[in-house]
Each structure stands twice: as C-alpha cells, then as structure tokens.
C-alpha cells in the first residue's frame, strides 16, 4: 500500500481523536489540539492553505485553518496573499510592515527597533503574549536579567525562587539568517497572527505560560537582494536565475559563524536582544532537510564548556518535538543525525554561551516559493531510530508545507516550554549560578592579559570582544602573585618561574570567571581538542579557534583561585580600540599606502567578504574588481601596486579561469527596475565568464612589471597553477586530515618585510584543510611536488575529544581542573636543499635573486597542533605555509593558511598589512 495513503489516514483519525478532546486552558494544564468552539474560521484563508499544501499529510491540526478576527488583519489581508503562497517572498521591510499592523491592532504584540543592517536596513523583534504580560514586558525583563546575574540577588535561592514565580520566560525565533532559505518570513508572519488572535486551548496556554519573541528576518540586506533573485525568475519564465552572489554585505553562509567574534551587525544586535531580554533560549530557523530536523541534540561530540544541564535540555526539547509531530502523523521529522554541537560559532549558540538553550530547525525549502518534484536519496529516506517515520523518497514540496512544518514545530515547542516554564527558568539561574561558581568548582579562576602587551592592538580588540559578549573585564590595581604550575600560555610561550609563581604587573587586564557570561570567556580563550579517534570523524564546522592564539597576544589561564581576592577595577567604558592599522599591531601603520585592488570571482563571495571587512573596519582604501575586470585591462599596473586575492572557498584553478559553463542565458547582477537591490557592491552583465586566459596574461604582466599579488589557500593554488610562482608547488597529501585547526608555525627569517614587527619566532595560524608548500630552486617543468614519507607523530591520541591541547586532560564542566605533564621538546627537522650536483646545467634551475623565500614555516609534527583536529601531521611538518616567490620584477605571496578569517585571526593580519605597505623591497636576500 502507498506509505502516503497511510499517513494520511492516520493524520485524519488522529485529527477526529484530538478534536474531540476537552478544552483545557492554562500553561500547567495539558492541552489538546482542539480549535476554539467559539471562534469562527477565515474560511478565505483557510481554503488557501489547503489548495498550496500539496498533501493533507504535509499539515497539522495547528496550520490547516486561520482563525479570524475583525480588527487583527491577516497576511492576506495586507498583501493579498497568504504565508507560503506559491510565487510570492515579501521583502523586508514588508514582514516588518505587517508586524507593526499587528502591534496596531492588537495589545498582545510589540515591535522593538534593535538595531540596523551595514546597509542600513531596519531589524525588530517582535513579543508576543498575553496583554497583560506585553504591558509588563520590560519588569519581566528586568527580572529575568536578575536570574542571569544571580550576584544581583546575592545568589540567594530563596530570592530567586520568588523571581521565578513572578517572571514569564522568553523564548526567542530568529529566521531567514540564510537568504537563500526564504520560507521562514511568511511562516513567521502567520506564526505571529495566530499567537495573537486564536482562542484555541493549546494557544492559549502559550499566550499565558511564555513571550514569544520573534526576529523575522536576521540577515536584511541578503533577504531583499534573493527577493530581487526570485522576482528576475518569476519574470524570465524558463531561464536559469542568477544564484546570490552576496548575501550580506561582506558574508554569505558565514553570518551563521559569527557568534565568536561578533563582527556583524546582525549579530550584535542578536545577542543585544537575547541579554536585554532576559531570554532563555534562541531559535534559529534553517532550511536544508527533508522535511523537519531537529538537530540541536547533535551526534556530537559536544561543546566542552557548556553546563551539562543544557545537554539535558537539548534532549528534552528535541525528542518532545519529534514525537508530538510524529503523533500529528506528520511524517519525516527526526533529530540526532549530521550536527555536532561543538562549534561556538553559530547564531543560535549564543543562548549555549550565555546559560540558555540553543535550537535550531533545518526544514525542505525550494530557495524560493516554486512548487517542486524533489526526490530524495536513500540516506535521505532510510528508517534509523533516530528517524523512525522518515519522509517519503518522492514529495511535491510548496512553501506551503515548509510553512506548516516550521509554524507547527514551533507552537509544539512553545507549549512544551510554557507547560515547563519554571523548570527553564530554575534552570536558567542555576546555570547562570555555576557559571559564577566556576573557578572554584571546575576553573579556571580567571585569564590575564599581562599588561605591557606588545601587540596592544590585537589585544585591545580581544577584549572589546569579550565586553560585546556580555563579558566584564576588570584591571588590576597592583602587582599580583599566583600559584601557578609551569606551563605554556595560549600564545605558546613558557610563563611561571621553577617555583610556579607566576607575577602580573599593575594595569593587567582581567576576565575573572566569576562572573555570569564566564562560559564563552573560557570557550574562547581555551585550547580545543578534537581527537581523530573520535567516532564522529567528519567535524560541522571549523575544531579549533582558541583567540589568544589567533590574536598572538599573551592570554594566561589562571588556576589560582587567589587572583580573584587581588584588588582590581572593572572597566566601565568600552576598552578603546587603536583606529586603522595600529588595531592590528602593523608597525608601519602611518606609511602611505600603496593602490590597492581587492579581487573577487564571480564563483563565490563568501571568504573575500572577510578581507573586505577587515579593510573597510582598518580604513585602509581599496578598489573592489572582479576577475572579469582584469580580462579588459592589459595595464592593471598602471593602475594598481597590490592585488589581494583573497579565498575564493568554492572552485579550482580551472574554473577560476573558466568560470560558469556557458549554456544557457546570461546571469545578470545588476540594478533595474525589477531588481532594485542587486549590483549596488559590484555589478556584471553575466556572472558565468570567469578571468579567462587573457585575464590570466594581464595578471602576469602586472606581475611582471613590478606590481605584488597577495594570494591564499584556493587562490595561492591558483597562482601556482599557472605558473605565477616559480619553484613553489603544493604539498601532495593522503592520510592528513585538518578540518579549521589552530597550528603553529614558526618564522624563518624575522628580518623579512612580511614578518615586521613580530617579536617570537611563533605565530598561530588557522588552516581550514591543512594546505601547505614545498619550495625548491628548481622549476619543475611538471609543476609537481614530490612525496615524502611521513615523518614519526607524537599526536596525543589516547586523550578523548574536548577542552585543552593535546598536552591537557580533558576536565568535564563542574569538576576540578587537573593540569598535564607537557610532552619533551621536539626534535626540528628541516627539508634538505638541492645540492650543487642536482643543479648543474640545468635550465629549470631558479637564478638566485629570483628564487621563492619562505617567510613562515609550519612546525615539527609534534609541536604542530594548537587546537582542534589534526591527523597525519607528518605530512604538512615542517613546510611552507608563507612564501614569497618572484615573478619578473614583482611579488606573489602564497598563504597556505587564510590570514584573515572570521574576524577571529587578528595575529595573522599584519602578515598581509605588511606586504602592502613594503610590496616594493619584498625580494631581500634570504640565508
């Protein structure tokens, strides 16, 4: 029998069950699904749900009608069409539009103003609740900022318990984060219209037992460009579309992994709202999987500075929401599988950090509002017991759907929270409780940022980090000394003398632990550790992150819970920040800068929006070209001194030069009438061609006339590809694995123009899939590297996943730190040279003056590691990760690592600062 003809059956039996339920109101009683007998239907709308959700099945008893009002105006009302309409996406500023209809409407909702786009487009959110709770929105908040600080109740039980009484949670919904996942606006929309105006039991007691608070549109600016996307579709019926080049401003997929350094608006103003609100969770709403995926439970390993407490909530909520679902008999709703929860870097992880919970829902979209055949693969479909009612191979999938899905797992969800309100919110004050707690029940007791910091740049930019979370920082007002064993701080330099004292000078800065928001200090601040032995080998996202690495500033983890009794004032204002270069520690900050070109593909905007970022925050002038420019100008030197070339994340050397196939129409990114928000930060006729051979050819001449090209990762294999770097060549590999690790590398030569102003011989560096060099005299006629053997690892791999270095044992939250024997000092190693025989008369041999100068070296495979993932060092120790090579009488400096990375890896920027400011004297002689 048809699997769909059973689910079907089954949804109406349970509906006829559940409609004959008794109506029972209030947040602590258990509510049916039934509708309000009282209440009449919008049979207009409710008509159109039915004729654009493809299969009775695909819907709940919450979402197959709209209740009506005579002063609350539905979407249809408003816009003429209903949320999940097939071939309709509001802009922005229409979703904010009819929030505020709401607001003016109805005394159940408010709209807050929480700050702007880059582009200067608005974002709210939005409370809903009773009118009563609405009216007492900013005391409840008030509250609840009490159970986040329990030190403002002198972490007295008994105070907290009377606050819980009186105070209502708030449960956080943030949607369309990724623009090319559109259906959660609508879905939001209608979201916001029933919590206001339905009657039903089930409502109701939401209403009562919870502020639903609603972000509808995160990401402004890329949700406008992919309506202005879809609209060019719908009126060049049979024509490919252009696929969204920018999303946001500078990132695309990437404004999902902002939640450690904060570097965008939509972030900020995120967190902002979380803290000011006093919310227990954030919800972020995603579109990848068929048909709903819970995946806040995860496969882990899990993040190993969250409280263990949040670990049970994951699976409270997650297995609720499967099975409440399930029981609808809605099918294809499942969790568990594809996320790890380790990374801190996701939006919703922000609640994780901050002593809530963090969730998130991955539903079918269509990247638009099309009705669409979607077949799905058999791992897609297959029965698990974490998918025990798995969606169906084949579906016609509308907006619709999606819309019901998200509509119905979040009122499950909402209600679960409601009927469990204070059990979240004691939770929630006990995990604010044991974050300030922490030093003495699990440690560390505090990070110190030794006054005197060299690289005050890097280090002032760490610390207004810290207070943009949410965190305090305070400085001491003498001298202290702590007991402290001898050990390597984050930047890798010993600290401590023989007797395990270790000093810290007045004026040092202080992350005490504490301290309430003490968890993403310590999340941040200490070394990851993700073993290879793990069971769950394929990471989500980037392993390691560890900021005092990354920023190259003195960080010192203090066990010692004495430096908490050390006189200290908390820094009020924001730590100030040095404008321009001197924010990074670029030692020639001052110096003229040279012309600048920034170039892009149109394969991919997503890693160059990065550097774009960081120019535009440095002030440092730039003209943005892509690589089609460069095929129309035969005299790029002329015009420019330095070309960066930043990560293009997506593509090879070939379709670099190719770019898109060329069938089909042309793919247009520019301003017009129909699409007003497109080409306004670079525009092309056709995003297909690519730099072309003659692109290819202009960029050797700029070279060759002196001009310096800056390239990393893809585009450095780019460089070496085409013959732009004579004797470097890409470093062959097959048993490596780095998946975004912290490694240390060292410096060959301090005295080079790239590595001014560094004062140690080590740099922390992030690699995304451990790309490295090989650098030889000789120019291969075959372009390719020879492979060696692996050299021995020392690699920890007994130890298990979770916080430290591979040196550390790994401590669950809430118990005692316990401090690791360092391993022995490596032995170096280093790659023999081309001896005078293997030279002799031949004519690939590199004249001296022109040969490749390695400026950064990766370290020996025992000392490789920072934080994260690594296996198989052997195969990148001790090779080039920063060489300079010659190409006529200019410059092309490789990156094998991405110096400029989510905002994270300040320590690394003045390697390419530098190059800028000295890319005329780059070619000094080398031992």
């Not at 568990?336 to 963090?358: C, K, Q, R, V």
């Not at 969730?359 to 998918?387: C, H, M």
């Not at 007797?499 to 004026?507: D, E, L, Q, S, V």
């Amino acid at each position: 029998m048809n699997p769909r003809g059973v689910a079907v059956r089954g949804f109406w039996m349970l509906l006829a069950l559940v409609v004959a339920l008794p109506a029972v109101a209030g947040p602590e009683a258990p509510a049916g699904y039934s509708r309000a007998p009282d209440q009449a239907i919008d049979q207009a709308y409710t008509d159109l749900i039915a004729k654009f959700t493809t299969d009775p099945a695909l819907n709940s008893p919450f979402t197959d009608y709209l209740p009506a009002s005579d002063t609350v105006p539905t979407p249809l009302d408003v816009f003429g069409r209903i949320a999940g309409a097939e071939g309709w996406l509001p802009y922005s500023a229409d979703v904010h539009r009819y929030f505020r209809e709401l607001e003016k409407a109805s005394p159940r909702v408010r709209v807050i103003h929480i700050g702007d786009s880059e582009e200067g487009r608005e974002m709210i959110a939005v409370a809903i609740a009773d009118e009563a709770l609405i009216a007492g929105l900013d005391a409840n908040a008030a509250r609840l900022r009490k159970l986040a600080d329990p030190r403002s109740i002198d972490m007295d039980d008994a105070r907290a318990e009377a606050l819980i009484a009186q105070s209502t949670p708030v449960y956080y919904i943030t949607g369309a984060l990724h623009s090319t996942e559109t259906g959660s606006p609508t879905a939001l929309m209608e979201l916001g219209y029933r919590l206001a105006v339905d009657e039903a039991p089930y409502i109701r007691a939401i209403r009562a037992g919870v502020i639903t608070l609603i972000t509808p549109v995160v990401e402004v600016d890329g949700r406008d460009r992919k309506v202005d996307v879809y609209n060019w579709h719908l009126a060049n019926p049979g024509k490919t579309y252009p696929s969204l080049a920018y999303w946001g401003h500078y990132v695309a997929h990437d404004n999902n992994r902002d939640a450690m350094g904060l570097t965008l608006n939509l972030s900020r103003a995120v967190l902002d709202t979380y803290v000011g609100q006093g919310a227990q969770v954030i919800h972020d709403l995603h579109e990848s999987y068929a048909f709903l995926y819970d995946n806040t439970i995860g496969t882990g390993p899990y993040n190993a500075w969250i409280d263990p407490i949040l670990a049970g909530e994951w699976q409270q909520m997650g297995w609720d929401n499967v099975q409440q679902l399930t029981k609808m008999g809605m099918p294809g709703v499942w969790t568990h599988g594809e996320f790890d929860a380790w990374s801190p870097g996701y939006l919703m992880f922000m609640a994780a950090t901050h002593n809530g919970i963090s969730r998130l829902y991955e539903t079918y979209g269509n990247d638009g509002a099309d009705t669409v055949k979607r077949i799905l693969r058999p791992d897609q479909y297959s029965r698990t017991w974490y998918r025990p009612n798995p969606p169906w191979p084949e579906v016609l999938w509308s907006a619709r759907n999606n819309n019901n899905y998200q509509q119905t797992a979040l009122l499950t969800a909402l209600h679960y929270f409601a009927d469990n309100g204070r059990m979240f919110l004691r939770n929630f004050y006990d995990k604010s409780k044991r974050s300030i707690e922490k030093p003495r029940a699990a440690g560390p007791a505090a990070y110190v940022f030794p006054a005197g910091e060299k690289r005050g740049g890097a280090q002032a930019r760490l610390l207004r980090i810290m207070q943009l979370q949410h965190v305090e920082v305070s400085r001491l007002d003498s001298a202290v000394t702590v007991d402290e064993p001898r050990r390597t701080n984050e930047a890798g330099k010993e600290t401590g003398d023989a007797a395990g004292k270790h000093r810290f000078p007045a004026g040092s800065y202080v992350v005490r632990m504490d301290q309430p928001y003490s968890r993403i200090a310590d999340t941040l601040f200490d070394r990851q550790y993700w073993s290879p032995k793990d069971k769950y080998d394929t990471p989500y996202d980037d392993t390691g992150w560890s900021m005092g690495d990354l920023f190259d500033v003195q960080v010192a983890r203090v066990t010692d819970a004495a430096i908490l009794d050390a006189p200290m004032t908390r820094v009020e204002g924001p730590v100030a920040v040095p404008q321009g270069l001197a924010g990074v520690d670029v030692p020639d900050a001052g110096k003229p800068l040279p012309r600048i070109a920034l170039m892009h593909t149109w394969l991919s905007t997503q890693t160059e929006g990065w550097w774009r970022m960081e120019l535009d925050r440095l002030q440092v002038p730039y003209t943005y070209i892509s690589t089609q420019d460069i095929t129309r100008d035969a005299d790029l030197r002329a015009k420019y001194d330095v070309i960066l070339f930043a990560p293009v994340g997506r593509g090879n050397t070939r379709q670099i030069i190719d770019g898109l196939p060329m069938w089909g129409n042309a793919l247009p990114w520019k301003t017009t009438e129909l699409t007003p928000n497109l080409g306004r930060i670079d525009a092309t006729d056709d995003m297909r061609p690519g730099m072309g051979e003659s692109g290819v050819a202009n960029l050797k001449e700029f070279v060759a006339h002196g001009g310096l090209l800056v390239a990393a990762e893809d585009s450095a294999v780019f460089a070496i590809d085409v013959g732009l770097a004579p004797g470097v060549f890409v470093t062959p590999t097959d048993d490596l694995k780095v998946v975004g690790s912290v490694l240390q590398a060292k410096f060959v030569d301090r005295k080079h123009p790239v590595a001014s102003g560094y004062d140690s011989d080590d740099l922390a560096v992030y690699s995304a899939e451990g790309l490295s060099f090989q650098v030889s005299s000789i120019a291969s006629p075959g372009g390719k590297a020879r492979k060696r053997g692996s050299l021995a690892i020392a690699d920890n791999y007994e130890r298990p996943t979770g916080r430290g270095g591979k040196q550390d044992v790994d401590v669950p939250q809430g118990r005692p730190f316990v401090a690791a024997a360092p391993l022995p000092d490596p032995e170096p190693w280093e790659a023999a040279a081309v001896n005078e025989e293997q030279a002799r008369n031949n004519p690939w041999l590199i004249p001296p003056a022109q040969r490749p100068q390695v400026v950064l070296r990766f370290a020996n495979a025992d000392e490789l590691l920072v934080s994260g993932l690594l296996d198989g060092s052997g195969e990148m120790a001790g090779r080039a990760a920063v060489v300079n090579a010659r190409y006529g009488s200019g410059n092309v400096l490789l990156f094998a690592i991405n110096p400029i990375w989510r905002g994270g890896t300040i320590g690394s920027y003045p390697l390419v600062f530098n190059a800028i400011l000295n890319h005329d004297r780059l070619a000094t002689p080398q031992p």
